[in-house]
Nanobody
């Protein structure tokens, strides 16, 4: 499975961006997520979605500002990011896993097998 992110860029404080993630195959990818890694920091989970039932999980730092969704027709994963802050600046990665991950595992990077190359988001 290959994942390709797009939609990153530079935006002012308070602005919005929408990230997209296309997969070569969504077959049996039951868990998908967005992670981010800022310079000098560890990779952290931002949001996840169970593609079977649509259940979502968010990091506390983005709750109420970010929305993860998957378009069943276009086979694309999205991350709508609103009210962006400078601390949201990072490389954002799309990740996917065949297993349905329980909620308390869904934002752990080690639980995911497939990763994209990342797209940079800069907020100033």
């Amino acid at each position: 499975v290959q994942l390709v992110e797009s939609g990153g860029g530079s935006v002012q404080d308070g602005g919005s961006l929408r990230l997209s993630c296309g997969a070569s195959s969504y077959s049996a990818l039951h868990s998908m997520a967005w992670f981010r890694q800022a310079a000098g920091k560890e990779r952290e989970g931002v949001a996840s979605i169970d593609t079977t039932n649509g259940a979502t999980t968010y990091a506390d730092s983005v709750k109420g500002r970010f929305i993860i969704s998957k378009d069943a027709i276009e086979n694309t994963l999205y991350l709508q990011m609103n009210s962006l802050k400078p601390e949201d600046t990072a490389m954002y990665y799309c990740a996917a896993e065949h297993a349905r991950l329980p909620e308390n595992w869904a934002l752990l990077p080690n639980e995911y097998t497939y990763w994209g190359q990342g797209t940079q988001v800069t907020v100033s």
